[in-house]
T-cell receptor, first 114, second 117 residues
Framework: DAGITQSPRHKVTETGTPVTLRCHQTENHRYMYWYRQDPGHGLRLIHY???????DKGEVSDGYSVSRSKTEDFLLTLESATSSQTSVYFC?????????????FGPGTRLTVL | AQKITQTQPGMFVQEKEAVTLDCTYD???????LFWYKQPSSGEMIFLIYQGSYDQQNATEGRYSLNFQKARKSANLVISASQLGDSAMYFCAMRAGATGTASKLTFGTGTRLQVTL
């Protein structure tokens, strides 16, 4: 299994508070991604990174920011959490030298915003 | 814009039987990749199989095969000899654009497969 960890695995917070989720990889893969999973929507891309300090927006980026200061770490920040951001968040990694460039996923973080 | 459609919210199959999970896609990019992932009740996402848009043959991985019909824009997953452990949610996903760049995926809404005795 790809070495991807996410922390915390579960978090309950209140509306208006800042939240940071961490993704850590040991595979030295270039690309990292954050998705959210909600019933009826599958997974949707929030932000992704194509290198240290290089990030871009995905489909549902409003209300989220990211940072990548090291190859192995990709942080997702909710500056002021809202109830609509209650979701399961998945981090993923990929490496383009692989023919399929498939993504390997972390275990997920369940976030509840009250 | 890319779109993935999975029209079967839920499916049942008997153990040892084969089952086909449907996936249709839409993209204007001539180069793309199609993926299937499995999500068991424990929640992790497990990569199953990949098909590139220029691949001449349908992809196979053990009991999984991908029935790729380019003209119909479909990429159905076939699971042969179903096992109880195959009970899970299955997601079809697409990467638009060639490999060598970030593999931004668009996912379908998933099909929940239940394998029965």
């Amino acid at each position: 299994d790809a070495g991807i960890t996410q922390s915390p695995r579960h978090k309950v917070t209140e509306t208006g508070t800042p939240v940071t989720l961490r993704c850590h990889q040991t595979e030295n893969h270039r690309y990292m991604y954050w998705y959210r999973q909600d019933p009826g929507h599958g997974l949707r891309l929030i932000h992704y990174s194509y290198g240290v300090k290089d990030t871009d927006k995905g489909e549902v980026s409003d209300g989220y920011s990211v940072s990548r200061s090291k190859t192995e770490d990709f942080l997702l920040t909710l500056e002021s959490a809202t109830s609509s951001q209650t979701s399961v968040y998945f981090c993923a990694i990929s490496e383009s030298v692989l023919q399929s460039n498939e993504q390997f996923f972390g275990p997920g973080t369940r976030l509840t915003v009250l | 814009a890319q779109k993935i459609t999975q029209t079967q919210p839920g499916m049942f199959v008997q153990e040892k039987e084969a089952v086909t999970l449907d996936c249709t896609y839409d993209t204007s990019d001539p180069s793309y990749g199609l993926f299937w992932y499995k999500q068991p009740s424990s929640g992790e996402m497990i990569f199953l199989i990949y098909q590139g848009s220029y691949d001449q043959q349908n992809a196979t991985e053990g009991r999984y095969s991908l029935n790729f019909q380019k003209a119909r824009k479909s990429a159905n997953l076939v699971i042969s000899a179903s096992q109880l452990g195959d009970s899970a949610m299955y997601f079809c996903a697409m990467r638009a654009g060639a490999t060598g760049t970030a593999s931004k995926l668009t996912f379908g809404t998933g099909t929940r497969l239940q394998v029965t005795l």
